[in-house]
């Protein structure tokens, strides 16, 4: 009875499912052609699944912003991996959660902007995705990424990862890809190291822009190919001989640009930076608009503007010695201890001696009976 009942309700399911009107992708969407449709926009058409949509096979780009979609079910990976010669995939705005299981070989960009997702692994149907080159995971909360995360791609040579609060990178996540990758976006997340970066031979560019960096990361002394730095709107504040940027005066670098706008430098612990700037040979693009944020007295000067032989650095207490201060007072410490030390040693000796002395003198004055 009860199976009958389900019987029932599937034949129910099925026939309105088969039984609901097809379509052609045109009579929704908006196409470039109707006969041989090139570029086909489903934007915002309150879509959650393609069931009842048929696709041509000659659409090359397809947009999906702003629907429901997930992605969960076959059919719909299906009708997405037959339309062969599909290049462009745009999902953003759907709430996906994961990285739907597509294994279109031709496929080269995919946009998953603002998707729910809250890891970024990519599922082994990409391992055939040989094509795949751009990969757009912008505005999603991942939090970390790891090895895991790509491991299925091998191509790929752009990704975006902006406002993706990512917080940490670790040093091998891109290793599947480190041969390919060309590009990295992570604009607006709150990353403070880039242990990543020494794995990539081929990389280009890479853009840190309002991040959480407090200097410029030691990982980027020896650029191997990359030619475009962005660190604007970071947290760095000195930048010295100890910074990678003395290293590469000491080479022979062509070709490369760094960004630094925005960032609270502290001019008078800069000075080395301040006269780099004044150089024929600097490579910070945006030289021209840094300006300090300490000391006080040069607060919003522009760091071209400021002479390093007459800058008044003298009220800032025992520069440059932060490491010097602390080993004097490391020093100290011990010091004090090892007064402490044999001060209570000393003292404790004393009491013993006295103690047995009074105990010696009890002795004699202890009424003995006799
Ligand atoms: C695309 O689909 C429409 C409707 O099904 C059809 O008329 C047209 O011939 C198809 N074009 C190609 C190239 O398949
Ligand atoms: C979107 O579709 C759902 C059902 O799938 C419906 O309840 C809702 O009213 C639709 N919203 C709009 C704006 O059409
Ligand atoms: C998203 O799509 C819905 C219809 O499903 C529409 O009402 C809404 O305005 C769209 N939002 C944006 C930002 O385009
Ligand atoms: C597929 O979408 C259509 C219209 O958006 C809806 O009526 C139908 O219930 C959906 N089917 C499934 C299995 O979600
Ligand atoms: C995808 O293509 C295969 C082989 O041509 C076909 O059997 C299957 O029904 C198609 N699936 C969808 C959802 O269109
Ligand atoms: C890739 O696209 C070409 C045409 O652009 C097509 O001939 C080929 O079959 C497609 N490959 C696959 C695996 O679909
Ligand atoms: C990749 O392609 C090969 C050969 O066509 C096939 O055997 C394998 O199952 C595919 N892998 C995935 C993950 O789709
Ligand atoms: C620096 O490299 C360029 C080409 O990359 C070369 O022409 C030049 O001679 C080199 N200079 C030094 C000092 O090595
Ligand atoms: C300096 O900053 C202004 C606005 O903040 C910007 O328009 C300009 O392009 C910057 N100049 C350089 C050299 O970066």
Request: net charge positive; aromatic share 8%.
């Amino acid at each position: 009875m009860k199976s009958m009942i389900h019987y029932l309700l599937i034949v129910i399911v099925f026939t309105g499912l088969t039984t609901g009107e097809i379509h052609n992708v045109c009579e929704i969407c908006t196409c470039d052609n109707l006969d041989k449709p090139i570029t086909v926009h489903c934007d915002s058409k309150n879509l959650s699944n393609l069931t009842n949509i048929r696709f041509n096979s000659s659409i090359e780009t397809l947009s999906f912003i702003n629907n429901s979609l997930t992605f969960k079910s076959v059919g719909d990976l299906e009708t997405i991996n037959n339309i062969t010669s599909l290049k462009s995939l745009i999902l953003s705005n759907n709430p996906l959660s994961t990285i739907p299981e597509f294994s279109s070989s031709n496929l080269t960009n995919l946009q998953l902007e603002n998707t729910y997702l809250k890891t970024a692994t990519f599922p082994k149907s990409y391992e055939n995705s040989t094509n795949l080159q751009s990969i757009v995971l912008s505005n999603n909360k991942l939090g970390k990424l790891t090895r895991e995360n790509f491991k299925s791609l091998s191509s790929l040579t752009k990704i975006s990862l902006d406002n993706a609060q990512l917080n940490t990178i670790d040093h091998d996540t891109f290793t599947s890809i480190s041969t390919s990758l060309q590009s990295i976006s992570l604009v607006s997340n709150s990353l403070k190291s880039a242990e990543f970066l020494p794995t990539l031979n081929n990389l280009l560019s890479i853009n840190f822009d309002k991040n959480k960096f407090q200097q410029l990361p030691t990982e980027i002394i020896k650029p191997v190919r990359t030619k475009h730095f962005f660190f604007r709107d970071n947290q760095i504040n000195i930048i010295d001989e100890l910074s990678p940027l003395y290293y590469w005066t000491k080479t022979n670098l062509t070709g490369i640009e760094i960004y630094l706008n925005n960032n609270p430098f502290d001019c008078c612990q800069s000075r080395w930076f301040i006269h780099y700037l004044t150089g024929s040979n600097n490579l910070v693009k945006d030289s021209f608009n840094l300006t300090c944020a300490l000391p006080q007295a040069y607060t919003g000067r522009r760091l071209i503007d400021l002479h390093v032989d007459s800058m008044d650095c003298s009220t800032k207490p025992v520069y440059p010695s932060n490491k010097l201060t602390i080993i004097v007072l490391c020093l100290m410490g011990v010091f004090i201890f090892i007064l402490i030390a044999v001060g209570t040693a000393l003292r404790r000796r004393n009491r013993n001696y006295f103690g047995r002395r009074q105990q010696y003198e009890t002795i004699p004055s202890a009424d003995i009976p006799t």
